[in-house]
């Protein structure tokens, strides 16, 4: 499956263009299914941002553009999701911000519910 979606998320790239906040541009690099153990079985979008805000990482100028790029990248990738893999009630839509590599890299990730095709209320 992670070998489909490596094929895939750039024909994805494409119908959603990377959303910019701050001079900080958020690109969609992989989505898929995510299980979490308390909210059940939904969506997550790995966004990487093209570099860090002023106040690091963590914090809060990356918090804000969470869920401007969760609603930039949503309408496209729910209807994918559902078309590729099936899931077409998630309980969520998730973001992971990464940042690093998959060894030594960090992320911020949050969790919003579904409303009318794209993110809603966080969770």
Known sequence: MRQLLKI???ILTILAAPVASQEILYELV???ILTDPERGQGIE???KPSG???DGF???SNQLALPTVCKHYAPSVIPF???KFG???PE???VRLVSGSSIFGKYILEFYAIQNGTCGDEL
């Open 8 to 10: 895939l998320v750039p």
């Open 30 to 32: 992989d989505t898929g």
């Open 45 to 47: 979008m790995r966004v």
């Open 52 to 54: 860090v805000p002023n």
């Open 58 to 60: 963590f914090g809060e």
């Open 81 to 83: 999701i559902a078309d």
């Open 87 to 89: 899931l077409t009630e």
């Open 92 to 94: 969520f839509i998730a």
